[in-house]
C-alpha cells in the first residue's frame, strides 16, 4: 500500500518543499541548546541521576564504559496533528481520505526534520507520539494503517495540557458542524497557532449539471437535486455556504484553509504543492 499512497513522486515533492522552507526560514532558525528535552547527538559519560532510557547501549559496548547521550531543547515546538476520520472524508470515493493521509505524512515529516514533536490524533486510533528526525519514517505506516473513515464528527479532547508553542493543526472536510465549532472554541486558546485545512473534493466543488439523488454520508435523510436549471443558483449557494464556514472557523479561532483534492492516484505530488500555495504546508 505504501508505494500506492506514497510514491516516489510524493517524496520528490516533499523533499522540494522542505528545500524551500529551510531557503524561507535562514536567518531565524534557533540553535539547539543543552537543556532538559530531547536525546541529541552528542555522548558523554553516565553520571548519577542520569536516566537509563538515555543510555547509549552501542557507544556503551563499544567504549566499556556507560555512555548517555546530552540532552538538547527541541527546537521545533510540538504540533497537534487532527484528522478527521468521520465519513463524509470519504464519501463514494477514497480521494479526500488518501489527501488527508499524504498531507498528514508532509506536515509530521517537515515537521520532525525540524526538531518538532508530533502528537497525531485520528478518529478513534490511540492518539501516536513521534520525536526525532529518525522517526519520519514511522509515521508511514501509522498513517497506512488508518481504519476507514466511518461515524459522525468527532471532537478529541486533546487531553493533555498545551505547551507554550503548541500549534494545532485540523485537516478536515467543509463539512463541520456549528456545534462542532462550539466545542473547538474551547480547545483553541490553549494553542499558539491554530490552522484548520478543509479538503474539497472536485465534485463539490462543481457537480454535474444533471438531476442528483443525494445521501448525506454521515446519516440523514436523502435528498433530489436538480443542478440542470438551478446550476447557478447552487454556485452562489456553495459560496455563500463556503464563506460562512470560514467565518465560523475563524471565530473558533482557527486560521481557515480550502484546499482542492483530485483524482488520488494522480495526485500525490499535485496535493503538496496546492496545500503549499495556499499556506497549509
Not at 493521509?101 to 526538531?115: D, S
Not at 485545512?197 to 440523514?220: C, D, F, M, R, V
Request: hydrophobic content about 40%; glycine content about 8%.
Amino acid at each position: 500500500m505504501s508505494a500506492a499512497l506514497f510514491p516516489p513522486e510524493f517524496f520528490v515533492e516533499l523533499a522540494r518543499q522542505g528545500a524551500r522552507q529551510k531557503m524561507g526560514m535562514m536567518g531565524e532558525r534557533p540553535e539547539a541548546r543543552r537543556g532538559d528535552q530531547v536525546p541529541g547527538f552528542e555522548r558523554r559519560r553516565w553520571q548519577t541521576g542520569d536516566r537509563r532510557r538515555h543510555v547509549d547501549w552501542r557507544a556503551t559496548a563499544r567504549l566499556g564504559y556507560p555512555v548517555v547521550r546530552s540532552l538538547e531543547r527541541e527546537r521545533g515546538g510540538h504540533l497537534c496533528l487532527v484528522l478527521d476520520r468521520s465519513a463524509s472524508m470519504a464519501p463514494q470515493n477514497p480521494n479526500r481520505d488518501v489527501a488527508q493521509r499524504r498531507l498528514g505524512l508532509a506536515l509530521a515529516w517537515l515537521a520532525l526534520e525540524e526538531g518538532a514533536r508530533i502528537s497525531i490524533f485520528a478518529g478513534d486510533a490511540q492518539v501516536a507520539q513521534f520525536s526525532g528526525w529518525s522517526r519520519r519514517a514511522a509515521v508511514i505506516p501509522f498513517l497506512e494503517n488508518l481504519s476507514a473513515p466511518a461515524g459522525t464528527d468527532v471532537v478529541h479532547s486533546l487531553k493533555h495540557r498545551p505547551e507554550a508553542g503548541s500549534a494545532l493543526h485540523v485537516i478536515s472536510d467543509p463539512w463541520c458542524s456549528a456545534e462542532t465549532l462550539q466545542t473547538w472554541s474551547l480547545l483553541t486558546p490553549g494553542f499558539q497557532q491554530c490552522l484548520w485545512t478543509s479538503l474539497i473534493l472536485p465534485e463539490e466543488n462543481a457537480p454535474p449539471k444533471q438531476s442528483l439523488a443525494l445521501q448525506p454520508a454521515e446519516g440523514g435523510p436523502s435528498m433530489q437535486v436538480n443542478l440542470i436549471e438551478d446550476y447557478a443558483h447552487f454556485q452562489n449557494s456553495w459560496e455563500v455556504f463556503r464563506q460562512a464556514q470560514r467565518e465560523g472557523l475563524t471565530a473558533a479561532g482557527f486560521h481557515p484553509v480550502e484546499v482542492l483534492c483530485k483524482k488520488a492516484e494522480l495526485d500525490a505530488a499535485g496535493i503538496l504543492r496546492r496545500a503549499a500555495r495556499h499556506g497549509a504546508l
